[in-house]
């Protein structure tokens, strides 16, 4: 079973930079294509950035420009580099897992991320 866990979130200012990563376990993970989400409170789960298994990207227009994300196949880590943050990227974000044309989604738990002065 794919397991997912997300860590490096925490509290930052405004224009600061964060890195989250995901560790991935149960699976091949060179076969998945890996994403990251997020919801901010009284808000749905939106796609931040995903990265197929091939190395191409994908960013939602919020983003473009400020995150990048990333992949080490030898450590099974996706990752998420934040930088320039505003107080609207506040939320928790969740790594997911799919291998294209299977039905199964796998999520973690997330990690929360604050944007404050």
């Known amino acids: 079973q794919v397991q997912l866990v997300e860590s490096g979130g925490g509290l930052v200012q405004p224009g600061g930079s964060l890195r989250l990563s995901c560790a991935f376990s149960?699976?091949?993970?060179?076969?998945?294509?890996m994403g990251w989400h997020r919801q901010a409170p009284g808000k749905q789960r939106e796609s931040v950035a995903t990265i197929a298994s091939g190395g191409g990207t994908g960013y939602g227009d919020s983003v473009k420009g400020r995150f990048t994300i990333s992949r080490d196949n030898a450590k099974n880590t996706v990752y998420l580099q934040m930088n320039s943050l505003k107080p609207e990227d506040t939320a928790v974000y969740y790594c997911k897992a799919f291998v294209l044309g299977d039905s199964r989604n796998y999520w973690g738990l997330g990690t929360q991320v604050t944007i404050s002065s």
């Open positions: 149960g699976g091949i993970f060179g076969l998945y294509t």
